[in-house]
């Protein structure tokens, strides 16, 4: 991997690598793998053991609550819906036929499943800790849940072409939908479209990326120590982001 950490990226910038060796070494709390006082679905390699004296407890987004996947997907799913009100408001207009309709659902359908179940789940979530907190072959977490995991796990950071690809594809299925309405004449609700894009950025912004474990995704917010901390209980990620530090 040639990403070398930034700032916004390196978890390790305020503390080095070989602190954060020793601190897990001495640590009492930190005992991977030893699931056996508790059993739930967590991001830490200890299964939720030591969650109750994490100081991320109820701070980073580290287990599944379908309270998250709400927040998340509300304006995503009232996109949808003013999609589909446009595309049945465009058909009885007779500005879009049925061959044109089928044409836009094949494209889009396709690329939607391409990008979330091949691209996104390469470029970004086979770097997530929500990638790996089973050994199912689809993703369990707050936005992806059961979308497939096609690639390897990669515990070490995302890459710079990585970061961009996800703004690229990302932006793709923005994008497309909005084109289609302004091609099929309906602008108002191309522009209530937009509107959503805007309300998703804003409240997944301000929401999900300042709690999300994904802390290489270009949009994560979360703050360092939080950072720092969690990386002191999970050591194959920490371990693959010293080696990406020290490149
Ligand atoms: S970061 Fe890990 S130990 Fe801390 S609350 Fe989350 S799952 Fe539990
Ligand atoms: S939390 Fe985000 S980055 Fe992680 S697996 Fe889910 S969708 Fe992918």
């Keep these: ?9 390196d978890p390790l910038k305020t503390e080095s690598a070989s602190n954060l060796s020793s601190n897990v070494e001495n640590s009492q709390e930190i005992s991977p793998m030893s699931t056996s006082q508790v059993n739930v679905l967590t991001i830490c390699y200890d299964n939720g053991v030591s969650c109750k004296d994490c100081p991320n407890h109820n701070k980073l987004m580290c287990q599944l609550d379908y309270k998250d996947s709400l927040i998340f997907a509300w304006p995503f799913l009232s996109f949808i819906g003013i999609l589909v009100w446009g595309i049945i408001r465009s058909m009885n207009q007779g500005n879009l ?24 789940s390469k470029i970004l979530c086979s770097h997530c800790p929500f990638y790996v907190i089973d050994d199912s072959k689809t993703l369990k977490c707050y936005a992806n849940y059961g979308f497939l995991k096609s690639a390897k796990y990669n515990p070490a950071p995302i890459s710079k072409s990585e970061q ?12 497309i939908p909005l084109i ?16 959503f894009y805007i309300i998703f950025f804003l409240n997944t912004s301000n929401n999900s990326c300042k709690k999300c474990p994904n802390f290489s995704c270009i949009l994560n917010r979360v703050p ?8 002191r209980r999970n050591p194959v990620m920490r371990e693959a982001w010293e080696k990406a530090a020290n490149r």
């Design 1 to 9: 991997m040639s990403n070398k950490s930034t700032d916004l990226n």
């Design 97 to 120: 036929g049925w061959l044109g309709l089928a044409i836009f659902i094949v494209f889009y359908l396709s690329y939607g499943f391409f990008f979330f179940n091949i691209w996104e």
């Design 164 to 175: 961009y690809q996800f703004i690229i594809g990302a932006s793709l299925l923005f994008v």
């Design 180 to 195: 289609f309405l302004l091609i099929v004449q309906e602008f108002l609700f191309a522009g209530l479209v937009a509107l």
């Design 224 to 231: 360092q120590d939080w950072k720092d901390e969690y990386l």
